[in-house]
């Protein structure tokens, strides 16, 4: 039985049907995770019950099946697709080739690691619906962390020290953007620019975005929906995420010939900088005078950071910060350097 959206009708917007929308949820050994997520995408939303829900599992040796097995008998909609290529971006194009009905006319990217608000993939459907031409829609992110480092990388993210002003990045204003984090797309769109590049590991969206804006569409940020979004629990995990980072944007760049962006290029610029001190330094001295400021920039955020969040959490959001900027510049003069460009 299908259960049209109210509020479309309220608000003259084409109604959404569960029959249009097709759910594509990329997974490889969540299961700490993947219940909590499905039953938060569905157990809220009577619209949900007639959903295609389809787990893209990329090969999970843990309990993640076996988890899901036991949720089908509740929840009869989700059902999972096999993703030998392991990778998110493979993931969701196969659950588009493989899955996709004639009816469908939307999809709603979900990541298995998240809980999602109560009507999460019908409003977003409906946003893309409100908005006819747009060929996706984006949402905004606001972080959220758990434990004293967590915590501190989370409010240092969304500053604009942390994220050079990106505007998915806990941004409270809608609009038309180049890139967003990804929620949902227009089938047909997603079909005519052949979905997602699978050689990406990371970027994936960016890169996506590109090629839309290239083709003649457009991405809508509605700040209206909104995700939490959980911050890696040590240093170490944080400086290996933005290393990838790093590493697919320049991808992306390297791909379609781009011209990154001034917020792109000064974390590169600045790793660049640190690198120069050290093999030129003892040369100059005078060299050091940049470190020590980056060094008193750093403690100066956690200066802050104490008094925001707290001690003792406040004082991880000086690291926090410099392992993003120095981990993503390096990850892009890595993958910028290497003679092997993306195909």
């Known amino acids: 039985m299908h259960h049209p959206s109210l509020s479309s009708h309220s608000q003259g917007i084409p109604a959404i049907t569960p029959d249009m929308v097709i759910v594509a949820i990329p997974a490889l050994n969540e299961e700490d995770a993947i219940e909590n997520c499905i039953r938060s995408l569905i157990a809220s939303d009577p619209f949900m019950k007639d959903v295609d829900v389809i787990v893209a599992?990329?090969?999970?040796?843990?309990?993640?099946?076996?988890?899901?097995?036991?949720l089908k008998k509740e929840f009869p909609n989700v059902s999972v697709l096999r993703n030998p290529?392991?990778?998110q971006s493979a993931g969701i194009n196969a659950v588009v080739?493989?899955?996709?009905?004639?009816?469908?006319?939307?999809?709603?990217?979900c990541d298995a690691h998240a809980h999602y608000p109560k009507g999460?993939?019908?409003?977003?459907?409906?946003s893309l619906a409100a908005r006819g031409n747009a060929a996706s829609i984006a949402v905004p992110m606001d972080s959220v962390g758990h434990g004293s480092f967590a915590k501190a990388g989370a409010w240092i993210v969304d500053t604009k020290l942390g994220s050079g002003g990106s505007a998915h990045r806990g941004g409270h204003g809608s609009g038309w953007v180049d890139h967003g984090h990804h929620a949902g797309f227009r089938l047909e769109w997603f079909c005519k620019v052949g979905g997602y590049d699978i050689t990406f590991s990371h970027n994936e969206d960016a890169e996506y975005d590109h090629r839309i804006g290239l083709a003649?569409?457009?991405?809508?940020?509605?700040?209206?929906?909104?995700?939490?979004y959980h911050m890696r629990p040590t240093?170490?995990?944080?400086?290996?995420?933005?290393?990838?980072?790093?590493?697919?944007?320049a991808r992306t760049v390297k791909k379609h010939h781009m011209r990154p962006r001034l917020r792109q290029m000064i974390p590169v610029a600045h790793v660049a900088l640190l690198a120069m001190t050290l093999?030129?330094?003892?040369?100059?001295?005078?060299?050091?005078?940049?470190?020590?400021f980056y060094l008193a920039v750093l403690a100066g955020v956690s200066a802050v950071g104490v008094s925001r969040i707290g001690w003792p959490s406040g004082l991880w959001a000086g690291p926090a910060l410099g392992a993003m900027h120095i981990a993503w510049?390096?990850?892009f003069i890595r993958q910028f350097l290497s003679p092997a460009i993306s195909r």
């Open 57 to 70: 599992d990329g090969g999970s040796t843990d309990q993640t099946l076996a988890i899901i097995e036991d």
């Open 85 to 87: 290529a392991r990778l």
């Open 120 to 126: 999460y993939v019908r409003k977003v459907a409906e």
């Open 235 to 249: 240093l170490g995990a944080l400086a290996k995420q933005y290393w990838t980072y790093g590493q697919g944007r």
């Open 216 to 228: 003649g569409g457009r991405v809508w940020l509605d700040a209206d929906i909104r995700l939490e």
């Open 97 to 109: 080739e493989d899955r996709a009905k004639p009816s469908h006319k939307y999809l709603v990217r």
């Open 279 to 292: 093999l030129f330094g003892l040369i100059w001295p005078s060299l050091w005078l940049y470190p020590a």
């Open 329 to 331: 510049g390096t990850g």
